[in-house]
Every structure is written in C-alpha cells, then in structure tokens.
C-alpha cells in the first residue's frame, strides 16, 4: 500500500535551517508530485508547495518563496522540504502527501504522519 | 487566492443523527470545460495525518463509509455525515484544487453532544 515516512521531530533555534525528509513506497514514485502541508498549533492546513519529479519542476506559495527549498532523489524515492530563517511561527507540524504529477493544483490522498518542528531559542 | 470559508466552526451532534458542513469558496470552482467542482474534504482526526474523504465535491474516496457524502456546485458546498459515529470526531476541512495555490477551509470540529 503507499505509504510515506517522514523524518522525526527536530528543536531548532531562530534563525536556523531544517530539513524534513520523505520517503514514499507502495507506488511509482516519479508517477506523482509530491505536497508540503504544514499546521501551527491551533490553526488549518496551510499548502507549501509542489514538487514533480516527472515534470522537473517545482512551485511554492509565495509567502514562503526565497526561504524553502523542495527536492527529490528519485534513486531512493524520497522527497526533502528545507526551510531557512527559521523564525517562532514556524512552529508547525510538517506534512508531505502524494498528489498530481503535472497538475500543481490538486487533491491529495496520501499523507504523511507529520513532522512537528519547533522554532525555539 | 481563493479563500475558502467553513461553517460553522464547531458543532456537537448526537449519536446517530446527522452533521452538517459547509464550505463556502470566494470564487466558483467549477470549471465549465468539463462541469467537474475541484473541492474535495478531508477529515484531520488529532495525532494522525488528514485523511482524503470525498473529490470532485460528491466522489467518495474507496474506503470511506456511505454516511459520508459531499454536495454542492460553484461556490457553495456542504459534507453530510448522515449518522454520526463515534469515530467520526474529527475536524474536518474543505479544499479548492481549482487554482494555485490550493486553499483549505479555517476547518469545522465535530463533537459528540
């Protein structure tokens, strides 16, 4: 069945980077994009961006563009979320989910058990 | 950005009887080429990921239990869960795929009454 694994819940200071990984299995990886989704305590779901192996592309929401980076290794079928200049509010549980391969817009029907990442000094 | 509104924000429901969900998009989804709304809910349960329930604003995902059913054209949308059950405490969200970015709903909480 698919599933993806995400890495394991991290501290990081102000200012600091992190890096999330997800590894996918049950599917062709290179078949389907790849979504980052993340949830600050008490609040909705917020999309991050896009990435498509199949398409060599990517496409982030504007409010996290210069700061997040979205990668694939298509040898070990897994996909990578960093994001820099971590501040308090990017306190939030990371999610990736499988989606569309060539439609950035689109449902998402895996996910993910999430990443919680903590921004704290 | 689409903004996607959801009403209400909480609700409690008795055991067995039914919840009722909306969601309420900025602009229309439907894209008139091929008539099909790109809105979809999830149900987010606390501790566990979100959980794909309904596309196109009325398919059920495989899996999910026939209490559950979306309706609704354009700009307004509803999810049904015509019997509650236990497991169905949930916050739940609507999504639009009809534009980039995609945009979720604020979420509605489902409570037992």
Partial sequence: QVQLVQSGAVLKRPGASVKVSCKAS????????IVWVR???????????WISELKDATNYARKFQGRVTMTTDTSTSAAYMELRGLRSDD????YCARTHATDIT??????GQGTLVTVSS | DIVMTQSPDSLAVSLGERATINCKSSQSVLYSSNNKNYLTWYQHK?????????TWASTRESGVPDRFSGSGSGTDFTLTISRLQAE?????YCQQYYSTPPTFGQGTKVEIK
Avoid at chain 1, 91 to 94: G, S
Avoid at chain 2, 46 to 54: A, T, V, W
């Fill in chain 1, 26 to 33: 049950g599917y062709a990886f290179i078949s389907y994009g």
């Fill in chain 1, 39 to 49: 949830q600050a305590p008490g609040q909705g779901l917020e999309w991050m961006g």
């Fill in chain 1, 91 to 94: 306190t939030a549980v990371y």
């Fill in chain 1, 106 to 111: 689109h449902y998402f029907d895996s996910w």
């Fill in chain 2, 46 to 54: 606390p501790g566990q990921p979100p959980k794909l329930l309904i």
């Fill in chain 2, 88 to 92: 169905d405490v949930a916050v739940y």
